[in-house]
Nanobody
């Protein structure tokens, strides 16, 4: 059983930055950040392998977002820079103890992953 708790969302102006945190209890193989805006499908934003630290980023966030982890704190972060209004969404953290390549987890996420409750990110002036 893996439990995930997200934090760090909020309201930010375009061009601003936010850092999301995902506090994790339990073991996992792959972990990632996903987002869902109203009326849109869930999108895998960035995923990471705990085995080798390899990462995946969606094209929409490459060069702006960075996923990282602090093993001592059992926390995974998503640093979001140069935020745009289209980044507005509920952001979720998800993890899985099974083998997933980061790209596979992000692109083919399933409800069977462990999911957090989500945190709202709003980018608006």
């Amino acid at each position: 059983q893996v439990q995930l708790v997200e934090s760090g969302g909020g309201l930010v102006q375009p061009g601003g930055s936010l850092r999301l945190s995902c506090a994790i209890s339990g073991d996992y193989y792959a972990i990632g950040w996903f987002r869902q805006a109203p009326g849109r499908e869930r999108e895998g934003v960035s995923c990471l392998s705990s085995e080798d630290g390899s990462t995946y980023y969606a094209d929409s966030v490459k060069g702006r977002f960075t996923i990282s982890r602090d093993n001592a704190k059992n926390t995974v972060y998503l640093q979001m820079n140069s935020l745009k209004p289209e980044d507005t969404a509920v952001y979720y953290c998800a993890a899985d103890g099974r083998f997933f390549l980061p790209r596979t987890m992000c692109v083919f996420s399933t409800p069977s992953h462990y999911w957090g409750q989500g945190t709202q990110v709003t980018v608006s002036s």
